[in-house]
């Protein structure tokens, strides 16, 4: 379900490259751009403009690397940001349940008037201050029946609020994934610190060793000088 959503939102972004972006980024960290150019067929310079505006949505991600065997021109390697791209989507979708339920709000409340002739609508309001007749040629307009449009955004509201669902459970999934890999790696800068200070405790330790072999010594020799005086 997740890569069939990030195909949807990258396709309207870039188009209809989009699906073949999202099949040789899914899943995987640092694509170099010319495999992507290669399985797109297009030239560098266009994979990049693709994935410039992907990366402008913070959908994609890059790295960068000198290549000796190309001149030392750089090369970018991309890598696909699920996480922020579903966040992003999810915004997109909360936006049109918002719109569908002002919407279904109006048509459920007020009452509109349309034109036989002109198909044009009015609300309430413009149909008075025109004397319920058409503005554009004079017809008498036609009380609107909006029961088909009002079960249609009411459709369309619960078919997004179950898009909303999804991309819930799909986007707690990856929060947990990704607190799973910071918890990974935090333990490892941990005992990477914690080896740190244990070697640079021990170096302490032999320092002051060697110190205190040295004094010791040097006391030695002074004691022996002063018995054969």
């Known amino acids: 379900m997740q890569i069939n959503l990030l195909k949807d939102i990258v396709v309207s972004i870039i188009g209809s ?51 000796p065997k190309k001149g030392g021109w750089y090369t970018y390697f991309w890598t696909l940001n699920s996480g922020k791209s579903l ?25 509109f008037y349309f034109c036989p002739t002109c198909s044009k609508e009015y609300d309430e309001e413009n149909s008075l201050l025109n004397s319920y007749t058409c503005p554009e040629c004079g017809e008498p307009l036609q009380l ?4 088909a449009l009002v079960l249609k955004l009411k459709e369309d509201i ?22 799973k890999t910071r918890h990974r790696k935090m333990k490892v800068e941990q005992r990477k610190k914690q ?7 021990k170096e302490k330790e032999r320092l002051a060793k060697k110190l205190a072999d040295k004094l010791k010594r040097e006391k030695s020799k002074r004691k022996k ?4 005086r």
């Open 17 to 67: 490259n989009g699906p073949k972006v999202v099949d040789l980024l899914y899943g995987q960290k640092n694509v170099s751009e010319f495999l992507i150019a290669k399985k797109l067929s297009l030239t560098i310079n266009q994979t990049r403009n693709l994935l410039y505006r992907l990366a402008d949505e913070g959908l994609v991600s890059f790295i960068r690397k000198k290549d």
């Open 87 to 111: 966040a992003k989507f999810r915004g997109h979708i909360n936006k049109l349940v918002d719109e569908a339920k002002s919407n279904l709000g109006i048509r459920s409340s007020a009452r």
């Open 144 to 147: 609107k029946d909006n029961s």
């Open 158 to 179: 619960k078919r997004l609020e179950l898009v909303l669902a999804e991309l819930d459970i799909e986007l707690h999934s990856i929060a947990e994934v990704e607190q």
């Open 195 to 201: 080896k740190e200070r244990t070697e640079r405790r």
């Open 225 to 228: 000088g002063k018995s054969k």
